[in-house]
């Protein structure tokens, strides 16, 4: 059975900085994709950034140069390091896997597996 468990948000002032964590469990992860979305109040679910099976990393456009996304094959655990954060920012963050996944990777629909989601708060 796959679970993925997001630790990490919190509510911090603008220009701060956070580490969101995603451990997932239930069989290897190594070559799956790996990736966070976020949802703000009275939105929907928006991609952020993506780790590839294979080492490379996309963002979206919003987050390019402030985010970054790691990932530790031997601890199947993904993170997501947010800087200069924003209170636009603020949104419930969720970590997802998916084992096969072409061009259309920032579609929420495609992905196989999601966490709970861990809420990050950014104050003005």
């Known amino acids: 059975q796959v679970q993925l468990v997001e630790s990490g948000g919190g509510l911090v002032q603008a220009g701060g900085s956070l580490r969101l964590s995603c451990a997932a469990s239930g069989r290897t992860f190594s070559s799956y994709a790996m990736g966070w979305f976020r949802q703000a109040p009275g939105k929907g679910r928006e991609f952020v950034a993506i780790?590839?099976?294979?080492?490379?990393?996309n963002y979206a456009d919003s987050v390019k140069g402030r985010f970054t996304i790691f990932r530790d094959n031997a601890k199947n655990t993904v993170y997501l390091q947010i800087n200069s954060l924003k209170p636009e920012d603020t949104a419930v963050y969720y970590c997802?896997?998916?084992?096969?996944?072409?061009?259309?990777?920032?579609?929420?629909?495609?992905?196989?597996?999601w966490g709970q989601g861990t809420q990050v708060t950014v104050s003005s």
């Open positions: 780790s590839w099976g294979g080492g490379t990393r």
């Open positions: 997802a896997v998916c084992r096969f996944l072409g061009a259309q990777f920032m579609d929420p629909g495609l992905w196989d597996y």
